[in-house]
C-alpha cells in the first residue's frame, strides 16, 4: 500500500534525523527550511525539524511541498518520535490537489509501547465533479494481546459504514466494546 510505504520512509528519515540532532546528553534542536522557484512555474519547499529531550527522548518532522503555474499542488509530512522509555511511533501524509478541483489525501500513523500496538491508514477523496468517499483502517493490539481491527467507510451516496471485528489473544472472537 502506497501509504504504508510512505509512512516507512517517513519514519525512516525522521529516525535518521533523530540520531543525529544532538549529543543524548545535552538535548536541543535543530530546524531548517527553505522554498525555491521550480521548473513548472510554481514553488517547492520544505522545513525540517529535530528535538533531543535530555533524558534521551528523540522526535522529528519533515514537511514538504510544490506548486505549478497550472493551480497543482502536492504536499507530504512526517514525523516520528521515540520516548525515554522506548515507545515509538510515526505518522505520514500527502495531499494533491488538482487545478480542476479535485483532491485527494492519504494518511497513516503507526505506535507502539508497553501498553500495545496502534496502526491506522486512510485516504479521502473529492472529484471534481463534486463526488467524495473515504475510508479508514484502524488495528490496536493491547498488552493484553486483544485486537481490533476497524474499518470504515465514506461515500455521498451511502454515508458513513463501519465495522469491527475483536480478538483475544489466542485469536477468538470476542466483544468489541
Known sequence: MKTRTQLGLVAALAATLCAFTVDAQAGGRVHARGAVANANGGVTGGA????RGPNGGTAARARGYTTDGAGNAKAASGGAFQDPNGATGARASTTTR??????SHEGGFAASGAKGTVEST???NKGADGSASGSRNTTATGANGNTYNGQ???????????????????????ACR
Open 152 to 174: 470504515t467507510t465514506y461515500s455521498k451516496e451511502t454515508g458513513v459504514q463501519h465495522s469491527a471485528t475483536c480478538t483475544d489473544a489466542a485469536g477468538n472472537t470476542i
Open 48 to 51: 525540517v525539524n529535530a528535538a
Open 122 to 124: 486512510g485516504s479521502v
Open 98 to 103: 488538482n487545478a480542476d478541483g479535485s483532491l
